[in-house]
Each structure stands twice: as C-alpha cells, then as structure tokens.
C-alpha cells in the first residue's frame, strides 16, 4: 500500500516541473547552473519553474502533455527547443527566444500560419520543424496546399524546414533527389496502375559495390598494423580470462570449510 502511495507520489511530481525534479534530473543543485536538460516523456503538464534555468541553452520537453509555455519566455540563451508531441497551439511565449536557432514543434495543434507570425523577431532561428514524417508528427497547419511556401516566406533566412535542407551545403542534392524521385513516380503509374519493366537492368555490375583492397603502401601498412593491434587485444583478452578462472577457482577454494581426520 505504501509502495502504490509513492507510486503515485512520483508520478504527481513528474506532471509539473519542480526544483526537486530538476535537481535529480541534472545532479546541479543550483538551477542556474543548467545548460542541457531532457525531460522526454515524462507525462509533464506544468512548466513549473523551468524558468529559473535561466542558463539553458538546450531544452527537450518532447512527448509530454504540454500546453502552455509562459515559463519559457525567461529563457533567452536558449538556442536548443524540441516540444514535439505535445498539446501546444500557441507559441508566443517564445517571442522572448532571442537566442533560439532550433524549434521542434510537430505533432502539436497549431492550427493556422499566424501562430507561427511571433517567431518572425527571432533572427537566429534557422531549422523549424512542424512536421515529422518519420514518427508521423505533424500539425494541422501542414494540411495547408500553400504552408511551406508561406513559411519560406515568413521566414527568409531558415536553413532547414521539416528537415529537408533549404539553403547551404546539400540543399542542391536534396531537391534533386526530390525532383528524380516524382519523376520516377509520375513513370510508373499509366491510368492509375503500376507499371512493371521487366527489362530493366542493373545500373552496374553486381562486383561494383565490392570493396576492393588498396595498393597504397600507407593504407596497407596501417591495415597490417591494425590486424596486429587486434590480435595482441585477443592474446590479452585470453590471458585475462585464463587469470579471472584461477583467481575464482582459489577463492572457492579459501571459502570451502576446512575438514580434519580424527
């Protein structure tokens, strides 16, 4: 009875965010002194006093029952946020974010491409994500046939929306992929059914994806010597083991209880 009374002690705890939580959490006593913190999953409602964490740069309150969000606006160092899977439909406590470069919102429930016009003053914002496809997160927003042109235009600098890379450094692969991959799909379907070729071949041969061995002196070299260095962990591991079975056979031995002959 008093172990289902903690129980159930604990669990009320994890619904709101208390200092005793927080402290557990990280093992820092003082609040300030928090930089990462992770409370995924926790069932938690209530922010609580997560905004004395003053400090926190990275912050993970995903898959909990979340929805409001006041105690974040006292987070300004905070460059890190992922709240998916929550219950969250207004954003604007996040205004005060200046220092926020991540937002992880899908699978919450905003509704409209206005919830999001409290993030426009947040110049250092470069990856929103309000949809995940791989764990089918996404918001009722995302419905909309204009939502990612309206938020590109919303917000001009991002470098990645929903995970798919905007600008930079593989942006150009990314939408080719995407262009090859509607592509293919537009040419396997005629009148709404699969087309199958059956005389297509391979793009190359079946030893291409075969690894093949250097003639490079230096990659040979360095592959001997690794060969060597496993071999010698092997001896050693042997040698250990071979010590570990006498060490217990003579201490089994020193416990037996001594027998004398009258």
């Not at 003053?54 to 606006?73: C, M, Q």
């Not at 206005?114 to 995940?132: F, G």
């Amino acid at each position: 009875m008093e172990s289902k009374r903690e129980k159930d002690q604990q669990d009320a705890d994890c619904e709101k965010v208390t200092a005793v939580l927080l402290k557990l959490r990280t093992g820092e006593f003082d609040l300030e002194s928090i930089l990462f913190l992770k409370l995924r999953g926790l069932g938690i409602h209530d922010l609580g006093c997560i905004g004395e964490c003053i400090n926190l740069e990275r912050l993970d309150l995903s898959g909990n029952n979340i929805t409001h969000l006041a105690p974040l606006a006292s987070l300004r160092l905070l460059s890190v946020l992922n709240l998916s899977a929550n219950k969250i439909s207004n954003l604007e406590p996040l205004r005060s974010c200046e220092n926020l470069q991540s937002l992880n919102v899908a699978g919450n429930v905003i509704s409209s491409i206005e919830n999001l016009h409290c993030l426009v003053s947040l110049r250092k914002l470069e990856n929103i994500r309000l949809k995940d496809n791989t764990h089918n997160y996404s918001n009722s927003v995302c419905r909309n046939s204009s939502y990612r042109t309206a938020v590109l235009e919303m917000f001009p600098c991002i470098k990645v929306l929903d995970g798919e890379r905007i600008v930079g450094r593989g942006s150009d692969l990314y939408q080719l992929c995407k262009d090859i991959d509607e592509t293919i799909k537009a040419g396997s379907y005629k009148n709404g059914q699969l087309v199958e070729h059956l005389d297509c071949k391979p793009w190359v041969e079946d030893s291409y994806w075969e690894i093949k061995r250097s003639n490079n002196a230096i990659i040979e070299e360095a592959y001997k010597q690794f060969n060597d260095v496993l071999h010698e962990c092997r001896l050693l591991n042997n040698r250990a083991t071979h010590i570990i079975s006498q060490t217990e056979k003579s201490m089994s031995l020193k416990k037996q209880p001594k027998q004398y002959a009258i």
